[in-house]
């Protein structure tokens, strides 16, 4: 059965510092992996990622993939408190009608 | 770009009635959209994919008679919760993917929350 796994489950730090999220899945026909914020309402589209080892950035955001890990980690330098959000990420089935399988999220709670 | 939208944002009915939820793509096309449920602290459920004019492919465990979903264009999905009942009372959210291009993310309406009493 295919699924994603992410870890931490929810994390509390403070301004400034730097976070990991991770994002582990076991998928037949991997097409690709999306992260994604979610706040009060629905997910925010932040990266999607195909080819491994090719960093994605964008602001203090920044993502990367690891094929033959299964895995992708979503760093966010110099947090902020609107950083807090739920971290999603989906991966693509090339079959299956191309439907996002995805994993339960990390919370994430940045103090001031 | 990518905008979804959906409509109506909250609604909060009487148990038995039926209600219905759209979602619309406002700058493109989107030849696929995705109807979710998610109840609170977790992830994303999938509820059924929708193609343009043709049948929604349900879930396992998806009513198809109680979740009705119509995509009658390339801009527009609706979701018809009928009967609704307590236990239905979640945030709905629908996502769409852009027609015909090699992308496959996939874009988020804003959710509707239904509470059913």
């Known amino acids: 059965e295919d699924k994603v796994v992410q870890s931490p489950l929810s994390l509390v730090v403070h301004e400034g510092d730097t976070v990991t999220l991770n994002c582990s899945y076991e998928?037949?026909?991997?097409?690709?992996l999306l992260w994604y914020k979610q706040e009060k309402k629905a997910p925010t589209f932040l990266f999607m990622l195909t080819s491994s080892g090719i960093e994605k950035k964008s602001g203090r955001l920044s993502s990367i993939l690891d094929k033959k890990e299964l895995s992708s980690i979503l760093n966010i330098t110099a947090t902020q408190t609107g950083d807090s959000a739920i971290y999603l990420c989906?991966?693509?089935?090339?079959?299956?009608?191309?439907?996002?399988?995805w994993g339960l999220g990390t919370s994430l709670a940045v103090n001031p | 770009g990518a905008v979804v939208s959906q409509h109506p944002s909250r609604v909060i009915c009487k148990s038995g009635t039926s209600v219905k939820i759209e979602c619309r793509s406002l700058d493109f096309q989107a030849t696929t959209m995705f109807w979710y449920r998610q109840f609170p602290k977790q992830s994303l459920m999938l509820m059924a994919t929708s193609n343009e004019g043709s049948k929604a492919t349900y879930e396992q465990g998806v009513e198809k008679d109680k979740f009705l979903i119509n995509h009658a264009s390339l801009t527009l999905s609706t979701l018809t919760v009928t009967s609704a009942h307590p236990e239905d009372s979640s945030f709905y959210i629908c996502s769409a993917r852009l027609a015909g291009g090699s992308t496959d993310t996939q874009y988020f309406g804003p959710g509707t929350r239904l509470t059913v009493l």
């Open positions: 998928v037949t026909n991997f097409r690709s």
């Open positions: 989906a991966v693509l089935s090339a079959g299956n009608n191309r439907k996002l399988i």
